[in-house]
Each structure stands twice: as structure tokens, then as C-alpha cells.
């Protein structure tokens, strides 16, 4: 059975606010429905109702239509506005056609006459329980496909969905016989600055780092933390020139931040030294791309850090921005 199943989610059962002026109604429905495994929470109106929904959050709330007070009427509104996802189960003694089509125009999830049988409101609310279930699913899967592509530190993505978005913007660079442009940004002496101000600070400079990027890029751009104190950015349909020019803005938006914030020190600056590449113009598989990109951004560490480079005539240079 559909509520069985949902009984089965002992450590966290479904949540439903049963919500009636007639304290009967309420000792009912909340007998039969615990015996089911779910949790249930009563409500003598629709006022102490919502002061309960605005501290937890309710999977399903059964609510009769006229009450003193708020109506069941008014309570599906603020229940909508609070929650769009919660199932409102309207009940009514003076049900009329017009009056079960008004309230499920108005957004609730079903509609039962008074006085009903215990099976049909039983088999109303496994309904609403499985709907949850299932968007609970959701949920779960949209929130662990965001941890395995999400760095936990700085939020942007991670090194893994680096390596497969690469692969889907190259497909599609081919296909569309467009170019990108391939950034790799390495934040200079870190482990000093580590050393120096501790790991908390270091972490606070990534995650700052990160925060600045995508306030520099196009809501299309591609970020990522490529590993330890490394990012990457793909931006797509650009040029060699537009992500070295990309690349020097956001350089000296970090030359100009005030990292004093962070580590009370008005003598410490955050420099990164970045190689900049473009699709196919300096390589057409992934492998060339990325190496090519790393050595730039290594020439630019030996060669005085805090710089961009990128390769000029099979030679790495260094960006002279006009």
C-alpha cells in the first residue's frame, strides 16, 4: 500500500497538519493517520494553523473550509505562498460542485464532503503522501548530482565536472564550428599565505575568489575550482583575445580588493598567475587544451607571478594589455 511504503521512511516520516474547529474531526483523523506512520500535528483553526506553518514546514495539510476566523479558503492562500509544493486538503459539510471547483482552481491538491469515510480520506492523503515521496525523490537526486558536480568549499564546480564539461564544449565547438577560450588561474604563494594567516583565512581567500569570478564572467560562463588553489574558466564563443582581456580585468579586480578584511594585514596582497588558451586554436583535444593552458600559467609564475600569458608563434608571452 502507498502509505505503508511511506511508513517505511521511519526516520523521517511525512509531516501533516490537520486542521478543523471541531475537536472530534481532529482526534480522528489524527488517530487513523498516526496508525499509518505518519506524523501529525492539529490545529484548532486556520490562524494557529499558520503560526504553526510559518515555524515547520507540513508535507500535507487537511483543513476544513469553514472555520472561525481564517477560513480553509484564506489558509490554502498563505499555505500556497509559504510552500507552493504543500498538498491542501480542503474538507466541507456544505459541498457544492461550484464550491469543490473554486477551491481546486484555487490551487488545492483535492476536495472531500463531510461527512466522509475513513478509507476515502485514507486513500486521498496515500495519494498526497506518494506525490511528496516523489518529490522528495526529486529533490534528493537534483541535490546529489549538485554535491558530485560542486566544489564544498567555494561552490563552484569541481575538478570531475571540469573534465566533462570540457568534453561537451568541445562537441559542441565542433558542431557549431565555434571557438572557447580556456582560463587557468593559480592564486600566488599560497602556502605562505597559509602558513602566514592559517588555513581558515586561505579557505576564506578561496571562497572570496571564487565569489569575485563569477561577478566578472557571463551567467554562461563555466568556473571551476580545477584543485588546491587552482581555478579554471571556460568562456564560451570567445576568442584568445576576449579571455585575455577577461583574465587582466579580473586581475586587477584582485590587485585592488581589500584582503585586510580577511587576514588584518594592510600589507597582504592576493596576486594570481593565469595561462589563457583558445579552442582550436592552440589544440583541438582536450589533453593539448589543458597542458597548454597550464604551461601559460606556469610561465607566468617563473616569470614574475601576479601576470597573464598565453602562447604567441608556438612561444609562451606575456599579455600586454593596450
Not at 504553526?52 to 508535507?59: A, G, M, N, S, T
Not at 548530482?145 to 571540469?162: A, E, I, M, P, Q
Not at 571557438?179 to 583565512?201: E, I, Q, R
Amino acid at each position: 500500500m502507498i502509505m505503508n511504503e511511506m511508513a517505511d521512511e521511519k526516520e523521517n516520516p511525512v509531516r501533516i497538519l490537520v486542521v478543523d474547529d471541531e475537536e472530534i474531526i481532529r482526534d480522528l483523523l489524527c488517530d487513523k493517520l498516526t496508525q499509518e506512520g505518519i506524523n501529525v500535528t492539529t490545529a484548532k483553526d486556520g490562524t494557529e494553523a499558520l503560526q504553526l506553518i510559518q515555524k515547520e514546514l507540513f508535507e500535507i495539510v487537511i483543513t476544513d473550509l469553514r472555520m472561525p476566523g481564517m477560513s480553509g479558503m484564506e489558509l490554502l492562500y498563505e499555505v500556497i505562498k509559504i510552500c507552493p509544493d504543500t498538498c491542501v486538503i480542503i474538507m466541507s459539510a456544505y459541498g457544492t460542485v461550484e464550491s469543490a471547483v473554486q477551491v481546486m482552481k484555487s490551487g488545492a491538491y483535492d476536495y472531500v464532503c463531510k461527512p466522509f469515510e475513513l478509507e476515502e480520506i485514507k486513500f486521498i492523503v496515500g495519494k498526497a503522501v506518494e506525490r511528496q515521496r516523489l518529490l522528495r525523490d526529486s529533490r534528493m537526486a537534483k541535490h546529489y548530482k549538485y554535491l558530485s558536480s560542486t566544489d564544498g568549499l567555494t561552490g563552484v564546480y569541481n575538478h570531475r565536472y571540469f573534465q566533462e564539461y570540457l568534453d561537451f564544449e568541445i562537441q559542441r565547438s565542433v558542431k557549431n564550428h565555434s571557438m572557447f577560450a580556456l582560463l587557468f588561474a593559480d592564486v600566488d604563494n599560497f602556502k605562505k599565505f597559509n602558513d602566514t594567516f592559517g588555513h581558515v583565512a586561505g579557505d576564506t581567500v578561496l571562497r572570496e575568489l571564487a565569489t569575485l569570478f563569477r561577478g566578472k564572467t557571463r551567467k554562461t560562463d563555466f568556473i571551476a575550482r580545477y584543485g588546491g588553489e587552482e581555478f579554471s574558466i571556460v568562456l564560451p564563443d570567445t576568442q584568445l583575445i576576449g579571455g585575455l582581456r577577461v583574465a587582466s580585468h579580473i586581475m586587477r579586480e584582485i590587485q585592488s580588493k581589500k584582503w585586510v578584511q580577511i587576514v588584518s594585514s594592510s600589507e597582504t596582497t592576493i596576486t594570481l598567475s593565469t595561462g589563457v588558451v583558445e579552442y582550436p586554436r592552440d589544440g583541438q583535444l582536450k589533453g593539448d587544451l589543458i597542458k597548454k593552458a597550464d604551461e601559460a600559467m606556469y610561465f607566468a609564475k617563473k616569470n614574475g607571478k601576479n601576470r597573464v600569458c598565453y602562447f604567441n608563434g608556438g612561444q609562451v608571452v606575456e599579455y600586454k594589455e593596450i
